[in-house]
């Protein structure tokens, strides 16, 4: 008898990763990747619009540092995309200049030690002073806590207004006053409520080693010789992922199945048996789903309630992506892009200045980001792509100053894109592996709901799930 293929559920980066990196371990073991779309990748989507010109619809620059960062920089050497990639140095204006958008003004974020010392807009004393708050701080017991609230009891509410909030918007769209302080700050949380503060617990732990990092390949390498502050690819993002597709692909060993939604999943003992969408069933040994939670909660509710109640916990949000393209330089003060922390009442997250990462000459190349926690109390339930537009030019034209009609612009609406890691997460995810691990469930998981939504934690996922099941 052929035994039954382990199966990768969704054909996103982490799907992908986790074929990949269970066709290395598999030998010659068959494999299955569903995947609903008729596209890999999941939310990276590149569009090549002109000569040069890359319209990204979900990530564009990705970490090199960390454990995770040079887990990704190695698969890129393993996959061969090293003169792909294309490094934004920390000397580069698109590395140092991160601007927030408070009271009618653009302000670039502190980037410098000089600039922490000194006042500047839109903060009523120098950062410094305002970290130095967490010295005197009161500390307080509690198992966790929303990101808003932990920084501005440690350092203020201008830091949790401006600076936490508006880099919230800028990672996950989220509402920081419901997010896990996990999320951004999981040490120095742990700091301050080992120690009674956080400057405490950072002297505390000068001398501890550290993070064990995996070895460095040729490309990790270079990223640290080279001072590289993120990175990106010369034909946009989707390299990646067709890198990916290219590789299982080769192996030979991994079947795709695209336009294949899968519908329900029945585990019998330690096997089990996916519904799929044009009727037929696939029996799998091992299902390792790389989907949204959420999205897993519906096709085990019938069988394991228990388990979907909790993975539907972790909530998703909506964001709208505006590409816009114009002719000429009509960037003033260059930079990655400007936040837009939600104190200000604008109805876009931030603009993302995609020409100044890519060095285009004469062209202007925005993203405008909007909606994430707030999108349906701004828009509705089904804003046309017409008023999206509208609401994304009149607000480049007003804070860029930008007179100019776009040559080309394009609309997406990314439905449930980003997960919010709401306070209690960590316990959540805690009582979601213990539940796989009690009941046997033959089922890993991987993908942006667990354990960091970046492109190297999905990526890293990937690789810890299938590594799991081998050991
Ligand atoms: C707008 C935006 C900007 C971002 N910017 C950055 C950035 O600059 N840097 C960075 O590091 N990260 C960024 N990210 C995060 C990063 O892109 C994502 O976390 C990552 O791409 C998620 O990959 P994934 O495989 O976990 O999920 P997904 O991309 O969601 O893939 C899941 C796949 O599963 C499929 N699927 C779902 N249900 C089923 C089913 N029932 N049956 C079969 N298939 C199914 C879906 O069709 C999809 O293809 C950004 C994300 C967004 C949305
Ligand atoms: C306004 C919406 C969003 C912007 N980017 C994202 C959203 C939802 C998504 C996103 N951006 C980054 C990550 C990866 C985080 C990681 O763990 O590596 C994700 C999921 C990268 C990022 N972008 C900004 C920051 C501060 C970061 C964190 C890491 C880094 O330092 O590079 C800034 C930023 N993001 C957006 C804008 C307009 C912006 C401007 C300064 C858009």
Redesign the pocket.
Known sequence: MVPSPKTI???????LSAAYYLSKLAGKEKLAL????NHLG???KSEKVDKEVVFEQ?????RPVGAAGINTLNLLDDLGLNSEVVPITRDNVAAKNRLIYVNGELHTLPNSILSLLSKQKPFSKPLALHLMQDLTAKSIKVPDESLYDFTKRRFGPEIADYLIDAMLCGICAGNSREVSVNFLMKKLFMYEQKYGSITKGVFKHLLDKKEKLPNRGLLAAQAKLGKWNVYTFKGGMETLPIALEGALKYFGNTQIHLNM??EKITFNNDKCLLDLHDGSQQDSSHIIS???AK?LAY?IANQHPDLANKLAKIKMVD?A?INLFYNGNLIKNPGFGFLVPPKEKLPILGVIYDSCCHNYQNKTVLTV?MGGYWFKDLFGDDPSEETLFNIARDNLNKILNISDEPVQYKVNI?RQ??PQYLVGHQQNLEEINKYIKDKKLPLSLC??SYNG????D?ILSAKNAVENIYL
């Open positions: 559920l969704g054909g996103g980066l982490s799907g569903i995947e609903a779309s999941g939310w990276i979900g990530p564009r620059t990705i939604k899968c790389s989907i949204a999205n096709l964001v992506v980001m990314l894109c980003i993908g942006a939504v970046g492109v190297n999905v």
